[in-house]
C-alpha cells in the first residue's frame, strides 16, 4: 500500500507564499498521478493540480494561475507553490496518489492533509 507523506502546512498573511510537499513511498511512473486536492469548511473536496510521472500537470480552478506543482525527478517528491495566497485559499491540502498502470490502477493513497490557514 502507497503511503503519502506530507510537510508544510502553515498560517501566512493573504499575498503571501507557501510550498507544500509530498513524498509518496513507491516510484512515480509514466502514468501516475501525484497531486495536490483541498477541502475547506462545509466544502466538497476539490482538484488543486496533480503532475503525472510523464510530466504532464492538470490544474483545478482553485489553483487561479496562482499555484504551480513541479516534481524533482527521479524522486517521488512533489511541490505545491503557492504565490499570492487569499483568504479564501484557508483548506486543509491533502496529497494524493492515483496509479495509472494496469498493474496498479487500483492503488489510491492519500497524505494526512496539511492545514493552510490564510488571514486577511
Known amino acids: 500500500q502507497v503511503q503519502l507523506v506530507q510537510s508544510g502546512g502553515a498560517l501566512v498573511q493573504a499575498g503571501g507564499s507557501l510550498s507544500l510537499t509530498c513524498t509518496a513511498s513507491?516510484?512515480?511512473?509514466?502514468?501516475?498521478?501525484l497531486g495536490w486536492y483541498r477541502q475547506a469548511p462545509g466544502k466538497q473536496r476539490e482538484l488543486v493540480a496533480t503532475?503525472?510521472?510523464?510530466?504532464?500537470?492538470t490544474y483545478g480552478v482553485s489553483a487561479g494561475g496562482r499555484f504551480t506543482i513541479s516534481r524533482r525527478k527521479p524522486t517521488s517528491t512533489v511541490t505545491l507553490h503557492m504565490h499570492n495566497l487569499e483568504p479564501e485559499d484557508t483548506a486543509v491540502y491533502y496529497c494524493?496518489?492515483?496509479?495509472?498502470?494496469?498493474?496498479?490502477?487500483?492503488?489510491?493513497?492519500w497524505g494526512q492533509g496539511a492545514q493552510v490557514t490564510v488571514s486577511s
Open positions: 494524493h496518489y492515483q496509479g495509472g498502470h494496469p498493474w496498479n490502477a487500483g492503488s489510491v493513497a
Open positions: 513507491t516510484s512515480i511512473e509514466t502514468m501516475d498521478t
Open positions: 503532475l503525472t510521472g510523464g510530466g504532464r500537470t
